[in-house]
């Protein structure tokens, strides 16, 4: 056995408490998608197949065969995204936005130039192109879904060079995530503790916090708290693939043991030891929780579920969200071509994008892109810019209020239809209720029945006389008469419009 003895520089404790949300899923995905090996990372590019044949638990993970696994600075940007998201509040929303300023305070760059901004979009680029299978759990069950972890990612320049600095960056979460968060499923970590840390320290304290939190939750008080793990599989599950060492002394010098000696300084742990397995070759490490871990439990972790209000998102929403995307939606329907194909737009477009939507709702800008687009081409003018676009703003809102009334007549009557012909099917769907009825009535019922609707046919016949369209008024009047007779035990039109599936008279 070999315990921590050196004690690296401590973590200062946090005097601001300050979330961070990790969906649980993304938080097994995140563990063995970054690679905290830069130069390990990418060379990564074979699929990572964890937990085969367990299915709530089994992911899959397909790194883009020509970037590898995202490495130590996609896992710093990451985090901040999500602590962005975080601080959104609830509801989650899907689009997390940035500034440079943001992202470099963040990341921890003083400076911002041509270097960093390539560094940046290769980094989302490694998140955004894996491609990832995992199940999500839904209730009391799990769902397989497939994604990526970044759906969408928007970029603006400083000016159209594809090397021109990175100024504003808009993120779509994929929807997967998104639901499970709004579903609670997720833990709550101490961001301020996290800053301290190294990626390959915030990835430990993240699983241990995790797995520590659901074992505490399971028993009653702090003592003997413990948790272990092989090695090899902390390597692979939750630091992405690191080297795996066959010394416990090269483990400690080289690779783990700085990080974990600094968990246990700053108290997260109490302590650590590592022993061979007993079972095949290999290590196991032993982790047992500090003071700090049930500190932040209790200030973090129980209350993870308690709504907050959004403070930023519709400031980033007007701000940097919707003009990129209006942005990035002209440039695809100027080239004809999916949005998909869209690299990045130039702050110029998107300054213009900002003066559009000063004047025209985001929800009608596409609509006005078409009309601008249509009228130019039809005056033969080149367009080459969305500021080019600017002139036909007037045209457009003088006609804006007859179009939005020539559309609210339009749902009208759509609406009108859709009422008339709710309305037929119901009626067939009564009669049809209303022949079960009398089927199931007593033989005196069903003379009495019989009886009304002879009195409501024109010409009167017995059960013996049939013709096709005598025979037929006698069916109907013997339905309208069944449904006149027992009106409380067929469905109402509410009824069958709120009923699924098979439905039976009562």
Request: net charge positive; hydrophobic share 40%; aromatic share 10%.
């Given at each position: 056995?070999?315990?921590?003895?050196?004690?690296?520089?401590?973590?200062?404790?946090?005097?601001v408490?300050?979330?961070?949300?990790?969906?649980n899923?993304?938080?097994?995905v995140?563990?063995?998608?970054?690679?905290?090996?830069?130069?390990?990372?990418?060379r990564?590019?074979?699929?990572?197949?964890?937990?085969?044949?367990?299915?709530?638990?089994?992911?899959?993970?397909?790194?883009?065969?020509?970037?590898?696994?995202?490495?130590?600075?996609?896992h710093?940007?990451?985090?901040?995204?999500?602590?962005?998201?975080?601080?959104?509040?609830r509801?989650?929303?899907?689009?997390?936005?940035?500034?440079?300023r943001?992202?470099?305070?963040l990341?921890?760059?003083?400076?911002?130039?041509?270097?960093?901004?390539?560094?940046?979009?290769?980094?989302?680029?490694?998140?955004?192109?894996?491609?990832?299978?995992?199940?999500?759990?839904?209730?009391?069950?799990?769902?397989?879904?497939?994604?990526?972890?970044?759906?969408?990612?928007?970029?603006?320049?400083?000016?159209?060079?594809?090397?021109?600095?990175?100024?504003?960056?808009?993120?779509?979460?994929?929807?997967?995530?998104?639901d499970?968060?709004?579903?609670?499923?997720?833990?709550?970590?101490?961001?301020?503790?996290?800053?301290?840390l190294?990626?390959?320290?915030?990835?430990?304290?993240?699983?241990?916090?995790?797995?520590?939190?659901?074992?505490?939750?399971?028993?009653?008080?702090?003592?003997?708290?413990t948790?272990?793990?092989?090695?090899?599989?902390?390597?692979?599950e939750?630091?992405?693939?690191?080297?795996?060492?066959?010394?416990?002394?090269?483990?400690?010098?080289?690779?783990?043991?700085?990080h974990?000696?600094?968990?246990?300084?700053?108290?997260?742990?109490?302590?650590?030891?590592?022993?061979?397995?007993?079972?095949?070759?290999?290590?196991?490490?032993?982790?047992?929780?500090?003071?700090?871990?049930?500190?932040?439990?209790?200030r973090?972790?129980?209350?993870?579920?308690?709504?907050?209000?959004?403070?930023?998102?519709?400031?980033?929403?007007?701000?940097?969200?919707?003009?990129?995307?209006?942005?990035?939606?002209?440039?695809?329907?100027?080239?004809?071509?999916?949005?998909?194909?869209v690299?990045?737009?130039?702050?110029?477009?998107?300054?213009?994008?900002?003066?559009?939507?000063?004047?025209?709702a985001?929800?009608?800008?596409?609509?006005?892109?078409?009309?601008?687009?249509?009228?130019?081409?039809?005056?033969?003018?080149?367009?080459?810019?969305?500021?080019?676009?600017?002139?036909?703003?007037?045209?457009?809102?003088?006609?804006?209020?007859?179009?939005?009334?020539?559309?609210?007549?339009h749902?009208?009557?759509?609406?009108?239809?859709r009422?008339?012909?709710?309305?037929?099917?119901?009626?067939?769907?009564?009669?049809?209720?209303?022949?079960?009825?009398?089927?199931?009535?007593?033989e005196?019922?069903?003379?009495?029945?019989?009886?009304?609707?002879?009195?409501?046919?024109?010409?009167?016949?017995s059960g013996?006389?049939?013709?096709?369209?005598s025979?037929?008024?006698?069916?109907?009047?013997?339905?309208?008469?069944?449904?006149?007779?027992?009106p409380?035990?067929?469905?109402?039109?509410?009824?069958?419009?709120?009923?699924?599936?098979?439905?039976?008279?009562?």
């Open positions: 056995m070999e315990d921590a003895q050196t004690i690296a520089p401590t973590v200062p404790p946090p005097a408490a300050e979330k961070l949300y990790m969906e899923t993304l938080l097994r995140a563990g063995a998608l970054f690679c905290h090996d830069a130069k390990r990372a990418a990564r590019t074979e699929a990572i197949n964890l937990n085969r044949g367990v299915n709530e638990k089994a992911v899959i993970i397909e790194p883009h065969p020509q970037l590898g696994q995202p490495g130590p600075l996609a710093k940007i990451f985090i901040a995204i999500l602590k962005k998201h975080s601080d959104y509040g509801p989650h929303p899907h689009d997390v936005s940035f500034t440079k943001e992202i470099m305070r990341i921890g760059r003083k400076e911002w130039g041509g270097r960093d901004s390539k560094q940046l979009a290769g980094a989302l680029d490694e998140i955004h192109r894996a491609f990832i299978s995992a199940s999500f759990k839904r209730g009391t069950r799990f769902f397989e879904e497939r994604f990526h972890i970044f759906s969408r990612v928007l970029l603006e320049r400083a000016a159209e060079e594809s090397d021109a600095p990175i100024e504003r960056c808009t993120v779509t979460l994929a929807t997967p995530i998104i499970s968060l709004r579903g609670d499923h997720f833990s709550c970590y101490n961001y301020l503790f996290m800053q301290g190294g990626t390959i320290g915030q990835a430990l304290y993240m699983r241990l916090f995790f797995h520590f939190a659901n074992l505490y939750e399971g028993q009653k008080g702090k003592a003997g708290l948790f272990q793990k092989r090695y090899d599989d902390i390597c692979l939750w630091l992405g693939g690191l080297a795996i060492h066959d010394r416990i002394s090269h483990l400690k010098r080289d690779q783990l043991g700085s974990l000696d600094q968990l246990v300084s700053a108290k997260f742990l109490s302590s650590y030891s590592i022993d061979k397995a007993k079972t095949r070759t290999g290590f196991v490490i032993t982790f047992r929780p500090g003071p700090a871990f049930f500190s932040d439990y209790e973090f972790y129980r209350n993870r579920n308690q709504g907050e209000l959004q403070w930023s998102f519709d400031a980033d929403r007007r701000e940097i969200a919707e003009p990129l995307k209006l942005a990035y939606l002209f440039a695809a329907k100027l080239m004809g071509q999916p949005l998909t194909a690299p990045y737009v130039s702050q110029k477009e998107t300054e213009s994008a900002k003066f559009i939507l000063e004047q025209v985001f929800e009608d800008a596409g609509n006005f892109l078409d009309y601008a687009l249509a009228e130019a081409k039809r005056s033969k003018f080149d367009v080459k810019s969305l500021g080019g676009l600017r002139g036909y703003l007037p045209g457009y809102l003088s006609t804006l209020e007859q179009r939005q009334a020539s559309r609210a007549a749902a009208k009557r759509q609406a009108r239809i009422q008339e012909e709710e309305q037929a099917s119901y009626s067939r769907y009564r009669q049809e209720m209303a022949k079960a009825l009398f089927a199931m009535l007593l005196s019922e069903q003379e009495a029945i019989e009886a009304v609707a002879r009195g409501m046919c024109a010409k009167p016949f013996a006389r049939t013709g096709t369209l025979a037929q008024i006698f069916e109907m009047e013997k339905v309208r008469a069944t449904a006149e007779r027992y409380g035990r067929l469905p109402t039109f509410a009824d069958w419009k709120a009923l699924s599936g098979d439905v039976s008279p009562r």
